[in-house]
């Protein structure tokens, strides 16, 4: 499956983005769904997975009550909305697919290109 993220951009400390992620792949449905960041210097991390019908999600403790993931099946679209964004948010985040029904558990199948969000403070 190839994976599309957009939505990232430059925005002040406290503003708000929403990063879409648009799959290729039909079969959307069967796909546990996740993003990851990576700020220069550091290592991947998780931010967020939710699974193949969407009604269960899971949050980093750092981003959570702040980063809200979601999906829509019908358009093979995965969202991150994140909210209140800290200048520590400021990374590259990554989508990522996992053929599983749960939550994206393990190491991701496919990843998406990437997309910059820059938070100024």
């Known amino acids: 499956v190839q994976l599309q993220a957009s939505g990232g951009g430059l925005v002040q400390s406290g503003g708000s983005l929403r990063l879409s992620c648009a799959a290729s792949d039909t079969t959307f449905s069967s796909y546990a769904m996740g993003w990851f960041r990576q700020a220069a210097g550091k290592e991947r991390e998780f931010v967020a997975s939710i699974n193949w019908r969407g009604d269960s999600s899971e949050h980093a403790d750092s981003v959570k009550g702040r980063f809200t993931i979601s999906r829509n099946n019908a358009e093979n679209t995965v969202y991150l909305q994140m909210n209140n964004l800290k200048p520590e948010d400021t990374a590259v985040y990554y989508c990522?697919?996992?053929?599983?029904?749960?939550?994206?558990?393990?190491?991701?199948?496919?990843w998406g290109q990437g997309t910059q969000v820059t938070v100024s403070s």
């Open positions: 990522a697919a996992r053929k599983q029904y749960g939550l994206l558990e393990g190491t991701p199948n496919y």
